[in-house]
């Protein structure tokens, strides 16, 4: 069985550009509004007198292939690629879930 | 300056054309039309029939490494799209604001253009023809030279106050002789791994949101990749951003005291001796003088006037004061209040006693190939015809920096033909009445007597609708060739022509053409690649010779001052009349100009008018950048217009309470001068309930084009008069006072 992929997300530096929902939507030619990544926003809500909730987190849809084609050219996902940030990181899910655990905001995609 | 032009190249495995199963892939700079400030690396792919199918950021160029924002990855809808204009086209000037174009070939419209152009010099003399551009687009170069070689001093941008970049452009060459940008690395080929590179310990985001906005040569995620190098920021900005919600302080500003809040800042790390004493005694003049002003501005007076706490302020000025390098990235809102040149001085006096000049990871003067502004051609104009530039001689300062005419002078001089009458307008690249023009509705009256108006642009606009007598089409980037010499470091880099659209042309074919016609031995360039070509004399490379090697960067090294790079003799200092960083500027007091900072208060605003807080109880901010659009441009475009379907208005909870507004109401934004509808969007972004933001530049597309698609009811510059500030830069555009009420039915 071949080795199996997924996408972390360093989420604590998404900035909700939306790069990740056009990148993939030009790559696939999906309709507007529809993706296989949609970014939600968290806040802003005041926490105490210094902090704010204020966040972003790309979720991946149905669909998402995981950009198999661009994988098989040695391409990154077009998402990845694109992000701004650069908090998206695609590998194989063995290596990955390494990682997730090295700090926290993080989240795991297996897809 | 005496940079020696020696570039250092950036190896990439892949040529600047290349095949890719079925596409044909072309590498380039995204470089205008659409408008942007940047010039990200692209791959742009066409199909066998030469269309733009995709764009991707090229992960081989160093500037934005892959990465893009969503509006060039949605480019291919831009080029391809239906609205486009395809093709020149006229309409009788007694037509003026009717959907009557009629379609010619270019060579009628340039013959047309030629005769009537060249019949107003005859009489009224070329002065009497302005040209004028918007922002972002790769234009000033080319127009600059179009309006020098026709004999016309009048080339500018028909903004009040020449409110964007201008007035900080102006002030950092007449104080210091260069303009400044914070290091991020971006002149080394190899980036943050560059071994003279150092991260800055604090950047100062001051008016500025530049993960959206897009600014003068930076990268805005630039500031993320730091801050995961270990930078810490410090924000001001009246509104709570994703960047200030990470500042280890986010100075929430009222819009407009920013000269204050420096002053303060300034009291701060010179009463407590932060500053770099040996930097100060070797390259700054006047700093007695400044020691001596900055004491009108003690914390607490400072924290009453912008509305923030005084330990907020001492806070930051501490965290920048010690640290052992810093910048200041800055933004439009500094730009954008009537008194911006003291603003602009004080800021800049910031980092400049602190000595964060030309070190790793503090402000550096940014390299150049060709100032754009006024280095391509001003050598055309007559001593007697640039003696003639509207507001020269009001306005001294505007020897220094960008070579333009003054804008509200302009204005003036269209309705009263004094000293001369304006005869005739060349707006290339600017959709003044939706966008940069103040008043709108006084520049559409007093445009709509001239006897020509030429509009040279993408898409149907607004102003093209209500003036236009010719419209030429215009290209995007992937329909020409081009060189990016724009804003920021600059680097030996091209645009690459791969597709091609009706009958458009670019920007500067249509100048290359129009202006030799006018003027032959001023364009003595076959076609635009020998025209870039001359821009890159003394650069080793042709412009075929450079689309081979892109992106090329000029050899860069630290502490030029020091060894005498920054001036034109050689002599090390800056170029300025001491030779120094001027905190007392001489070219001020020449132009009788208070020599140091200050701070005005707003006018209208809450100290200065209190009386008109009865009625106008609001202090609105505007032009908060989206992701999605480009000032006036990108509401035709369907995947970015999905992003911002409508003109916002943000309003604090207490605020929509106070006034019974609910979510998504439409509301009426006016002040004295006029008003513009708005959507409400209750969010407590604002840090202040006084405060309210929106965004500029809105039209329907999809309007009635002879109700000139709705620009008057929602153009917020409907509230901004032509009120410049005492040096004839600055303008009140993001400092008013506001009431908002429901919108009735059928308005």
Redesign the interface.
């Known amino acids: 069985m071949a080795e199996k992929s997924g996408i972390l997300i360093d989420y604590d530096?998404c900035?909700?550009?939306?790069?990740c929902?056009?990148?993939c939507?030009?790559?696939f030619g999906f309709p507007?509004?529809q993706s296989g990544v949609k970014v939600f926003q968290v806040g802003?809500?005041?926490i105490d007198e210094r902090k704010?909730q204020?966040?972003?987190m790309p979720v991946f849809t149905d669909m998402c292939t995981l950009c198999a084609e661009r994988a098989a050219?040695g391409k990154l996902p077009?998402c990845v690629?694109?992000?701004?940030?650069?908090c998206m990181k695609y590998g194989s899910l063995e290596d990955l879930v390494k990682e997730v655990s090295s700090h926290n905001k993080q989240v795991l995609y297996a897809i | 300056m005496s940079e020696e032009k020696k570039y250092v190249l950036v190896e990439h495995e892949k040529p600047w054309r290349y095949e890719e199963e079925g596409y044909t892939v072309t590498r380039g700079s995204a470089w205008t039309g659409p408008g942007c400030h940047l010039g990200c690396g692209v791959l742009m792919y066409t199909n066998d029939e030469g269309k733009l199918v995709k764009v991707e950021g090229d992960p081989e160029n160093p500037f934005n490494k892959g990465r893009l924002c969503v509006r060039c990855l949605d480019l291919p809808e831009v080029t391809n799209s239906d609205k486009r204009l395809l093709y020149p086209m006229k309409r009788d000037k007694d037509k003026r604001g009717k959907n009557e174009f009629e379609r010619i070939s270019w060579d009628e419209a340039l013959d047309d253009i030629e005769a009537k152009f060249n019949e107003i010099a005859d009489s009224s003399g070329p002065e009497s023809i302005v040209f004028l551009q918007g922002t972002g687009r790769d234009i000033a170069s080319w127009i600059s030279r179009l309006a020098w070689s026709f004999g016309s001093p009048n080339y500018g941008f028909p903004l009040s106050g020449l409110a964007c970049y201008l007035p900080r452009v102006s002030g950092m060459m007449s104080t210091t002789g260069s303009f400044w940008v914070c290091d991020c690395s971006q002149q080394f080929v190899d980036r943050y791994d560059n071994e003279q590179y150092e991260v800055p310990e604090v950047m100062i985001l001051w008016g500025n949101n530049p993960l959206i906005s897009n600014s003068d040569g930076f990268f805005g995620h630039w500031v993320t990749d730091l801050m995961k190098r270990g930078m810490k920021i410090i924000t001001v900005d009246p509104r709570m951003t994703w960047l200030g919600r990470r500042a280890e302080v986010n100075l929430a500003i009222r819009p407009g005291t920013d000269a204050a809040l420096a002053l303060g800042m300034l009291n701060v790390i010179i009463n407590e001796e932060l500053y770099d004493k040996e930097f100060v005694d070797k390259w700054c003049y006047g700093f007695d003088e400044l020691c001596k002003r900055v004491q009108e501005y003690p914390v607490e007076k400072v924290a009453n006037i912008c509305w923030l706490e005084a330990e907020d302020i001492r806070m930051a000025a501490r965290a920048f004061g010690n640290a052992k390098n810093g910048c200041i990235q800055w933004g439009l809102a500094v730009d954008m209040v009537r008194e911006a040149l003291p603003a602009i001085q004080a800021i800049a006096a910031i980092y400049q006693i602190c000595g964060y000049i030309e070190k790793p990871g503090c402000m550096i003067a940014p390299p150049e190939i060709l100032f754009y502004g006024g280095g391509f051609g001003s050598d055309l104009l007559t001593p007697e015809q640039e003696a003639k530039r509207i507001g020269l001689q009001k306005y001294p300062l505007l020897h220094h920096g960008f070579a333009t005419l003054q804008a509200d002078e302009m204005m003036a001089q269209m309705e009263t033909a004094d000293p001369y009458a304006i005869k005739g307008a060349w707006l290339q690249t600017t959709n003044t009445i939706a966008c940069m023009g103040a008043d709108p509705k006084r520049f559409y009256n007093a445009a709509r007597n001239l006897d020509i108006v030429v509009c040279i642009d993408l898409f149907m606009t607004p102003t093209i609708m209500a003036l236009a007598d010719y419209v030429l089409p215009a290209a995007t980037f992937p329909e020409r060739d081009g060189i990016r010499v724009g804003d920021g470091p600059q680097r030996g880099e091209t645009i690459n022509k791969c597709t091609s659209v009706g009958e458009c042309r670019s920007d500067m074919e249509i100048n290359l053409e129009l202006g030799r016609r006018f003027n032959p031995s001023a364009w003595p360039w076959k076609d635009v690649q020998e025209m870039f070509s001359a821009v890159y004399d003394g650069t080793g490379y042709d412009f075929k010779g450079m689309r081979e090697i892109a992106p090329a960067y000029p050899q860069f090294s630290y502490d030029r001052h020091a060894k005498g790079m920054l001036r034109q003799d050689g002599q090390p200092g800056f170029n300025t009349p001491t030779g120094r960083i001027e905190l007392w500027a001489t070219q001020y007091a020449n132009a009788d100009l208070d020599p140091l900072p200050y701070f005005g208060e707003p006018d209208p605003g809450p100290t200065s008018t209190p009386e008109l807080l009865n009625e106008y109880p609001l202090i609105l901010t505007t032009g908060a950048r989206n992701w999605g659009m480009f000032h006036s441009e990108h509401r035709n475009i369907p995947r970015l217009r999905a992003m911002r379907p409508d003109p916002i208005i943000e309003v604090h909870p207490e605020a929509a309470s106070e006034y019974g507004l609910k979510d998504g109401d439409w509301v009426w934004v006016e002040n004295q001068r006029g008003r513009a509808k708005r959507k409400v969007q209750i969010t407590t972004v604002l840090l202040n309930s006084k405060y309210c933001s929106t965004d500029h530049a809105w039209w329907y597309p999809e309007g009635d084009p002879e109700k000139l698609f709705d620009v008057f009811d929602l153009n917020i510059n409907n509230s901004v008069p032509w009120v410049p500030g005492k040096s004839g830069f600055g303008s009140n555009y993001k400092c008013m006072l506001v009431k908002l009420y429901k919108v009735k039915d059928g308005e």
């Not at chain 1, 690629?81 to 650069?86: G, I, K, S």
């Open positions: 530096w900035t909700g550009c939306h790069s929902e056009m990148a939507q030009m790559e507007v509004g802003p809500w005041q704010w204020y966040s972003f050219k077009s690629q694109h992000c701004q940030a650069d």
